[in-house]
């Protein structure tokens, strides 16, 4: 996913408003969050859930598994 990751940046990278504030979550992982959403149907709550419990959404995400 390395080849859409500079445009999905570029198109939803804000300048900061003021000082502080909470960083902003990363826009790649929120776009793949809504593919998900999107093809299999599921609330906020059911899609954390999945992607701590399923492998092949930990492995869409790249992240490791939780021991």
Same mark, same amino acid.
């Given at each position: 996913? $390395?080849?859409? /990751? !500079?445009?999905? %940046?570029? !198109? #939803? @990278? %804000?300048? *900061?408003?003021? #000082? $502080? $504030? +909470? *960083? !902003? =979550?990363? =826009?790649?992982?929120?776009? %793949?969050?809504?593919? &998900?959403?999107?093809? =299999?149907?599921?609330?906020?709550? /059911? @899609?954390?859930? /999945?992607?701590?419990? +399923? &492998?092949?959404?930990? +492995?869409?995400?790249?992240?490791?598994? %939780? +021991?």
């Amino acid at each position: 996913m $390395g080849n859409i /990751q !500079a445009p999905i %940046k570029k !198109a #939803l @990278t %804000k300048e *900061p408003k003021g #000082l $502080g $504030g +909470r *960083p !902003a =979550y990363d =826009y790649v992982m929120m776009f %793949k969050i809504i593919i &998900l959403q999107k093809l =299999y149907n599921i609330s906020d709550d /059911q @899609t954390e859930y /999945q992607i701590n419990d +399923r &492998l092949s959404f930990m +492995r869409f995400f790249r992240i490791g598994i %939780k +021991r």
